[in-house]
């Protein structure tokens, strides 16, 4: 249990609505190995209890998520055992889920801060907000079936200039390539956030899951193998010469400034 992950089920909405809250804001909400699983313990109960109709994920103003934890990208990089980590168990509960997740952004989302939202059902963010996926500049490649679910989602151009090239996207950028769902202003970003999964949340649920399966039914079983796919690559790459260069290049930029 990583007490920079914050997660709750507020009365206001009967216990309905979950959500969890990456809080690690001195890091950029970076996420570690404990992180990932508080959000995954989080993501299979909430699943699995009636009382919960809707996920959340939120991270703090100004800052979504600046992705995986650099340290530990770096100390799989020297274990070569991120098969066994919580990353993989994350992903694969992102993928599985069986109730609407609606993700509020404020800021910058990096990496699986980005690709998550392939499997969000609704994904609101403020205008500075923006999505990066800097997977080939640290010699690694897309997850959490993005290779599959981006060009699906945004076209092979689209997908190549985020996954691959690694530009950055820009809040409307996003919205135009049906990444996001809606763009609001950082003030009222939570609050319409968690106001949206609310109003999801008192639907009947039965019919709100069974809707969910429908839309993404096609895609679930495809996107299970395709992360796999890419963990196993991804793997690989962590532990190739050039990515632990890139770590240790973070990591000393750190270290110097
Ligand atoms: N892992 C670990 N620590 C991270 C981090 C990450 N992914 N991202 C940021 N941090 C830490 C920084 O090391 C710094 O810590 P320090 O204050 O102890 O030195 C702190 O968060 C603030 O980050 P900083 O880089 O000083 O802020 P910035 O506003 O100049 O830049 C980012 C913010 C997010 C653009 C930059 O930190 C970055 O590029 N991070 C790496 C993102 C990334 O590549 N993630 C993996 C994707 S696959």
């Known amino acids: 249990m990583s007490e920079r992950i914050l ?17 690690r804001p001195e890091k950029k909400n970076a996420f570690t190995q404990a992180m ?20 959340v ?9 600046a992705g995986n934890d650099m340290q530990d990208f770096l100390n799989y990089a020297i274990s070569g055992r991120i098969a066994e980590g919580e990353v993989s ?4 509960a992102l993928a599985s889920l069986k109730k609407p997740l609606i993700t509020g952004v404020d800021g910058l989302a990096i990496g699986v801060g980005t690709t998550m ?3 969000a059902d609704m994904t609101f963010a403020s205008p500075r907000s923006e999505f990066r996926t800097p997977f080939v500049d640290l010699a690694l490649v897309p997850e959490a079936a993005s ?10 151009q689209r997908a190549f200039a985020m996954l691959a090239a690694g530009i950055g996207f820009s809040a409307l950028e996003a919205k ?3 990444l996001i769902y809606k763009i609001v202003e950082e003030d009222v970003l939570e609050a319409e956030t968690i106001a949206a999964a609310a109003a999801l949340a008192s639907k009947p649920p039965q019919a709100v899951q069974i809707s969910r399966d429908l839309l993404r039914r096609g895609m679930r079983d495809a996107s299970i193998e395709r992360l796999r796919e890419e963990s196993a690559i991804f ?5 190739s010469p050039e990515a632990r260069a890139a770590f240790e290049a973070f990591m000393a930029r750190k270290k110097a400034s």
């Open 7 to 23: 997660v709750e089920r507020p009365e206001a909405h009967g216990g309905t609505v979950q959500i969890i809250r990456f809080n």
């Open 36 to 55: 990932y699983g508080t959000m995954v313990d989080a993501l299979v109960s909430g699943d699995e209890d009636d009382s919960v109709h809707v996920h």
């Open 57 to 65: 994920m939120l991270g703090t103003p100004g800052c979504f998520t």
């Open 89 to 92: 168990k994350f992903l694969l």
């Open 117 to 119: 939202h392939f499997h």
């Open 147 to 156: 290779s599959l679910l981006g060009p699906m989602v945004m076209g092979n």
């Open 176 to 178: 135009e390539a049906g």
């Open 235 to 239: 793997g690989e790459r962590l532990g």
